[in-house]
C-alpha cells in the first residue's frame, strides 16, 4: 500500500499546541524567575520543594501570575474565583511542569519595573485581597475605570497603609 506522509490536521493540531504549551511554560519561567525575590525561591529545587510543601507558596504564585496581566503580561491563563481569589487549574499545572528557569527576555509587554514596586514587601494576604479585588472589578466590565486607574488606587491605599504603620511605629 501507498502511504502519504503529510501529517494529518489532527496531528498538526497537536503539534501547534504543544509549541503554545511550550511557549507557555517558557514564558511563565522567565516571569516566576524574574520575582523570584518576591516569592522567594532560590532555584529550580527549591521552587519544586516550596509547591509542593507549601500551600501559601502556591497561592502566592497564582496571585501574582494574576496580577501580572495588570501590568501588561497578556498570559493565556484563565482564572476562576476560589476561596483564596482567583486561581488557574492550568497555572497549577504549567508551575509543576516546570523544569528550569531561564533568564532569556521573551517576548511579552510586562512592565517588571512598576510590578516589583507594587508587589515589594507584601505578603500573601495583601496578594489575595488585590488580587480579588481587581478580579471583581474586571468581571463588572467598569468601562470608566481604567486598568492603570486600579493599580493607582490600590497603590495608594497601599502607601497609606506604610504610613500608618510608621506612625504607629512612633
Known amino acids: 500500500p501507498i502511504t502519504n506522509n503529510k501529517p494529518t490536521p489532527q496531528v498538526k493540531s497537536i503539534k501547534?499546541?504543544?509549541v503554545i504549551f511550550m511557549n507557555e511554560i517558557s514564558?511563565?519561567?522567565y516571569f516566576l524567575n524574574?520575582?523570584?525575590k518576591t516569592l522567594p525561591f532560590e532555584d529550580t529545587e527549591d521552587f519544586k520543594k516550596k509547591i509542593d510543601e507549601s500551600k501559601e507558596f502556591r497561592i502566592k504564585v497564582q496571585k501574582l501570575v494574576y496580577l501580572s496581566?495588570?501590568?501588561g503580561w497578556d498570559n493565556s491563563y484563565h482564572f476562576n474565583f476560589h476561596e483564596?481569589?482567583?486561581y488557574s487549574c492550568q497555572l497549577s499545572e504549567d508551575y509543576r511542569s516546570i523544569d528550569s528557569f531561564n533568564d532569556k527576555k521573551h517576548d511579552y509587554n510586562f512592565d517588571n519595573d512598576k510590578f516589583k514596586e507594587f508587589t515589594m514587601n507584601q505578603d500573601t494576604g495583601y496578594f489575595e485581597s488585590t488580587s480579588s479585588i481587581l478580579y471583581y472589578l474586571s468581571k463588572m466590565n467598569l468601562t470608566q475605570i481604567n486598568k492603570n486607574k486600579i493599580i493607582s488606587v490600590v497603590t495608594s491605599l497601599k502607601l497609606q497603609k506604610k504610613f500608618r504603620k510608621m506612625q504607629e511605629k512612633d
Do not use: A, D, T, Y
Open 27 to 29: 514564558n511563565l519561567g
Open 84 to 86: 483564596n481569589g482567583p
Open 34 to 36: 524574574s520575582i523570584k
Open 69 to 71: 496581566k495588570f501590568f
Open 16 to 18: 501547534i499546541k504543544s
